[in-house]
């Protein structure tokens, strides 16, 4: 069993900054994909980044790319998604999933475990 514990989220300005964290439990968390997906109100949940057991892989969306860096601490049990150049259309709740992976990261379905969510609000 793994649980997710997102933190990191707030209010930020256009061209701004946040560094979302997601700390696991579970001694299995090392051997697990990790991602970040978003929703915005209104809308369906996406993919933001994922990034699989070792760290030595990563994917993110077309619409986060060259903004948003994913890395991952399997020492730490924790993964961070650094966020730079934020924009209004960043605003969501953004959660952490882990799960095996099966037919790709970017695939909500690839995730068994979710956290709760954390608010990004980007102010313009």
């Known amino acids: 069993q793994v649980q997710l514990v997102e933190s990191g989220g707030g209010l930020v300005q256009a061209g701004g900054s946040l560094r979302l964290s997601c700390k696991a439990s579970?001694?299995?968390?090392?051997?697990?994909?990790m991602g970040w997906f978003r929703q915005a109100p209104g809308k369906e949940r996406e993919f933001v980044s994922g990034?699989?057991?070792?760290?030595?892989?990563?994917y993110y969306a077309d619409s986060v790319k060259g903004r948003f860096t994913l890395s991952r601490d399997n020492a730490k049990i924790t993964m961070v998604l650094q966020m730079n150049s934020l924009n209004p259309e960043d605003t969501a709740v953004y959660y952490c999933a882990a799960g095996r992976g099966y037919g790709g990261l970017a695939r909500s379905g690839a995730y068994e475990f979710w956290g709760q969510g954390t608010q990004v609000t980007v102010s313009s």
């Open positions: 579970g001694r299995t968390f090392r051997t697990y994909a």
């Open positions: 990034i699989n057991w070792s760290g030595d892989e990563t």
